[in-house]
């Protein structure tokens, strides 16, 4: 969440932020502006009956020994006059409460270093890494090749849980279990993360503090113990790790010197994709359930950046180990999710696509969610607490990964080649077939 105070007092610097995203981004101010007016108009009374009260305070005294009448007068005059800071202070804290209601809303700004667009199309490249596999056969999609080698299943996978699940068997199933040990040897052997396994389901308020409530609960999966239960009761099956992860300091003061703190994670990932379409559906792309290992960091602000770059060569490292084809792109303005500052997709070439696909997004969201889960630090010991920034990237997500070895490793017979990494954690199995 944006700053409350900072929006009020400089509306048209954000605003001018926010139309680099859309003219709609920027129209969510409309109504913050309304309520930042009143605020301030509030702070000016509530500062001017401050100041009048604090004079009557200082008459009230002087005539204490000289004038008792005027004394009562004076008393009475300040007994009101407190009343009126008190009723305005009430109302100021409502104010500020709407005005952080209505920010629950409101994107990210983008950092000034993010390229300006509209959409995806304007998202610039990085750089881009090793050459794309060259066959001299027609490659097959992931699901055809699964489905071909009988280790990918999605008729009975719809059969026990309808449209986009999936059922791995087989040498599917170990390599996927393959990836994932894989990853987090990768990150907490030679990146120094340190490996958490959170819960699956969290409360709003974990939610609410990654950005992903109140705007896109239609994207959640919403469970409650029973028919009866209060909403206040429900818990939400995690979209990704970063959740859980991100909120195990919410409410929390960290010591400076243990900045950064990095963790990796684990989970199964749970989302309704509402919306999605076309080639999406079709095998492991875009499921309701899928696993990922996430990584995220919490960093003094002014290490922001930096820590943003260290966190996407530890993503790319995933796949470069894997040796397959990715590029990286910088998404411009347009393109940026709601809550992040700055973002980098990893992409990885799909053959049978002859396209490349999100793998990973690297975001660093500055203060924007340490605000929403009052996540804070003191850089010395006796210093003023202040908000951290935090940093995610997937590293990575797994089914995809799944899917790229299959198409970028996959022979003329229809069989696929197990990459080299993956071998030890495959008891020494080279090929799928």
Request: charged content about 25%; some cysteine; proline content about 4%.
């Amino acid at each position: 969440m944006l700053d409350p105070r900072y929006v009020a007092d400089h509306l048209d610097t954000v605003r001018q932020g926010l139309a680099r995203r859309s003219a709609e981004a920027a129209s969510n101010l409309d109504e913050v502006a309304q309520v930042a007016q009143e605020r301030r108009k509030i702070v000016a009374e509530t500062e001017s009956k401050q100041a009048e009260r604090n004079q009557a305070s200082q008459e009230m005294a002087k005539l204490a020994k000289v004038d008792q009448t005027a004394f009562a007068a004076k008393r009475e005059q300040l007994k009101e006059l407190s009343n009126e800071v008190k009723a305005l202070e009430t109302r100021r804290a409502e104010i500020e409460a709407q005005l952080e209601q209505l920010l629950l809303v409101v994107p990210n700004v983008p950092h000034e270093t993010v390229p300006s667009g509209k959409n995806e199309a304007d998202n610039v490249v990085v750089h881009t890494w090793g050459d794309a596999p060259q066959f001299d056969f027609e490659p097959k999609a992931h699901d055809e090749l699964g489905a071909a080698l009988g280790i990918l299943d999605f008729e009975r996978a719809a059969k026990l849980s309808g449209a986009r699940f999936s059922v791995l068997r087989g040498a599917a199933a170990r390599l996927e279990r393959a990836l994932i040990q894989y990853m987090l040897d990768l990150h907490t052997e030679k990146h120094g993360y340190e490996e958490v396994i959170p819960p699956y389901m969290v409360k709003a308020e974990a939610l609410i503090g990654t950005n992903q409530l109140p705007k896109f609960e239609a994207d959640l999966f919403k469970t409650r113990r029973h028919e009866s239960d209060e909403d206040s009761a429900a818990l939400y099956l995690i979209p990704t790790a970063e959740v859980p992860v991100t909120n195990l300091h919410a409410d929390e003061i960290l010591d400076g010197a243990e900045l950064p703190k990095a963790y990796c994670a684990f989970t199964p990932c749970f989302r309704s994709e509402a919306g999605s379409y076309g080639r999406d559906v079709r095998g492991l792309i875009r499921q309701h359930q899928f696993h990922k290992v996430e990584l995220v960091r919490f960093v003094r602000p002014e290490e922001s950046l930096q820590q943003l770059e260290l966190l996407r060569t530890h993503a790319e490292a995933v796949l470069q180990g894997l040796n397959l084809h990715y590029r990286v792109v910088e998404l411009c303005t347009g393109d940026l999710s709601f809550g992040a500052m700055k973002c980098f997709d990893i992409e990885v070439w799909l053959p049978a696509q002859q396209a490349y696909r999100e793998i990973s997004s690297c975001s660093v969201f500055g203060d924007f969610q340490a605000r929403r889960a009052k996540i804070r630090y003191r850089s010395e010991p006796k210093a003023k607490p202040q908000l951290v920034h935090t940093i995610n990237g997937s590293a990575l997500a797994v089914g995809r990964t799944l899917v790229a070895v299959f198409e970028q490793y996959q022979n003329a017979d229809g069989s696929i080649t197990v990459p080299e990494a993956l071998r030890p954690y495959m008891r020494g199995v080279e090929r799928i077939g």
